[in-house]
């Protein structure tokens, strides 16, 4: 399964960015799509997660209420629309995908992954 993930760049606290995730035409609706990131000098960590269908997400609690995911099958492609970001959020953003029915927040459960892009927010 190959993903591409891009959108990332430099941008003001404050500021918004929106990420996009691609992946394969014919299963992508089919499998849960989430976000994870990985500061420098730091573990990757669960962002936001999204079931195939009827809306079920998950966020962490970092970016509850400023960080949106959402995904349109018929484009096979998974979104994350960022607002209000802060230095802290200055990572490396990748997206993964899995099979079944829950979204996890542990990186092992996740056998798919994109490359990263990188998003860096200034003070």
């Known amino acids: 399964v190959q993903l591409q993930a891009s959108g990332g760049g430099l941008v003001q606290a404050g500021g918004s960015l929106r990420l996009s995730c691609g992946g394969p035409a014919r299963t992508f609706s089919t499998y849960i799509m989430a976000w994870f990131r990985q500061a420098p000098g730091k573990e990757r960590e669960f962002v936001a997660g999204?079931?195939?269908?009827?809306?079920?997400?998950s966020y962490a609690d970092s970016v509850k209420g400023r960080f949106a995911i959402s995904r349109d099958n018929a484009a096979n492609t998974v979104y994350l629309q960022m607002n209000g970001l802060k230095p802290d959020d200055t990572a490396l953003y990748y997206c993964?995908?899995?099979?079944?029915?829950?979204?996890?927040?542990?990186?092992?459960?996740?056998?798919?992954w994109g490359q990263g892009t990188l998003v860096t927010v200034s003070s």
């Open positions: 999204i079931r195939q269908s009827r809306g079920i997400k």
């Open positions: 993964a995908a899995r099979e079944g029915s829950l979204i996890k927040t542990q990186t092992g459960e996740y056998p798919w």
